[in-house]
């Protein structure tokens, strides 16, 4: 077995103790974190460095606010885990979370904990951006 199939299995064991996971067709993993929907790939960079690389749809749609960009890039450096990504699109701003890192011979429990720090960090980043668009509702759904 390759060694990122071998740290997707533990990384979806780590998961299943807190979601539903489900294994993609290509091989990587989706699950939910409350409103957030994440996707974690494995990819081996060199022999001997297999990475862990998670991605967090935070919010999709928010209004094109420059002000709401100025939080979220704020907010930014302010995380540990996880690097934000601002994306304009035609209906509106699009963030993401994502966080990369080397995962070879992490058990289950601290690979666990590890991802359960950067999907907290997510959800909490979307709990403050829909706070700050006024309405209080939800980003559009896609």
Do not use: I
């Not at 960009?69 to 035609?90: D, I, K, N, W």
């Amino acid at each position: 077995m390759k060694p990122e199939a071998e740290l997707l299995d533990r990384v979806r064991e780590a998961l299943e103790l807190y979601h539903d996971v489900t294994a993609d067709p290509d091989g990587s993993l989706s699950f939910r974190h409350g409103e957030v929907p994440c996707a974690v790939q494995a990819m081996e960079l060199a022999e001997g460095l297999v990475v862990v690389s998670l991605t967090c749809v935070v919010a999709w749609d928010l209004p094109d606010d420059p002000a709401l960009a100025v939080s979220a890039a704020e907010r930014a450096g302010q995380g540990l885990f996880g690097t934000l990504g601002v994306v304009h699109t035609e209906r509106g701003m699009d963030v993401t979370l994502r966080y990369a890192f080397p995962a070879h011979g992490l058990d289950v429990a601290p690979l666990g904990t590890l991802l359960v720090l950067v999907v907290s960090t997510a959800s909490q980043l979307r709990t403050d951006l829909l706070g700050n668009t006024g309405s209080g509702k939800p980003a559009g759904r896609r």
